[in-house]
């Protein structure tokens, strides 16, 4: 089975702070990505991972950064935590091809920005 | 601008009867579409998907429909069980640097009543 761990259920940090999410999968999946989930409006993509060192923006990047340096580890930065930032976060990993389409996802990260 | 619209928030049905949850899209460059079931305090899984060249899909109890032509999707639960009491999302994926995007829809919360 797949298996997709974040560091963290539940996350308490306070406005200006620097966060750190951390995601790693067992799998040898090529790609990794990171959402957050916010009630009306589903899941949205932040940053998302194709190889080691590569990283491409998704569809909400801005107060992120995000760090790929081993294949099986995919990190979410936080440079400094805003309330608006207070959200469910979940990581994905998938393999590559046309052809794989389905994500695996981790329990998320239920982070409040205080 | 949201490209994939899930217009029901909730949706409530017999234990035993037919669930329908519905999905609308506006992209049509999406090649394949994907139905994750969500509980609480837990992270997305997997149910059926759909390629862009089919109409259908089944999968035991799961069958999803696809009218390309109304831009316009739907997964059928039949019948229905208590254990089917989650929040779906519809999501529709686009090929992006060797990686299947995914965008969500804003989720359905399905309660099946005994």
């Known amino acids: 089975d797949v298996k997709v761990t974040q560091s963290s259920r539940y996350l308490v940090k306070r406005t200006g702070e620097k966060v750190f999410l951390e995601c790693v999968q067992d799998?040898?999946?090529?790609?990794m990505f990171w959402y957050r989930q916010d009630p009306g409006l589903g899941l949205r993509l932040i940053y998302f991972?194709?190889?080691?060192?590569?990283?491409e923006k998704g569809d909400i990047p801005e107060g992120y950064s995000v760090s790929r340096e081993k294949k099986e580890r995919f990190s979410l930065i936080l440079e400094s935590a805003s309330t608006n930032q207070t959200s469910m976060y979940l990581c994905?990993?998938?393999?590559?091809?046309?052809?794989?389409?389905?994500?695996?996802f981790g329990p998320g990260t239920r982070l409040t920005v205080t | 601008d949201q490209q994939v619209k899930q217009n029901s928030p909730s949706l409530s049905v017999q234990e035993g009867r037919i669930s329908i949850l519905n999905c609308d899209y506006t992209n049509s460059m999406f090649d394949y579409f994907l139905w994750y079931k969500k509980y609480p305090a837990e992270g997305p899984t997997f149910l059926i998907s759909i390629s862009s060249i089919k109409d259908k899909n089944e999968d035991g109890r799961f069958t999803v429909f696809l009218n390309k032509s109304a831009k316009h999707l739907s997964l059928h639960i039949v019948p229905s069980q208590p254990g089917d009491s989650a929040v779906y999302f519809c999501a529709a994926s686009l090929t992006s640097m060797g990686a299947q995007k995914l965008v969500f829809g804003q989720g359905t919360r399905l309660t099946i009543n005994p």
């Open positions: 991972s194709y190889d080691v060192k590569m990283k």
């Open positions: 799998m040898d999946h090529e790609n």
């Open positions: 994905a990993s998938s393999l590559l091809g046309l052809w794989a389409t389905e994500q695996y």
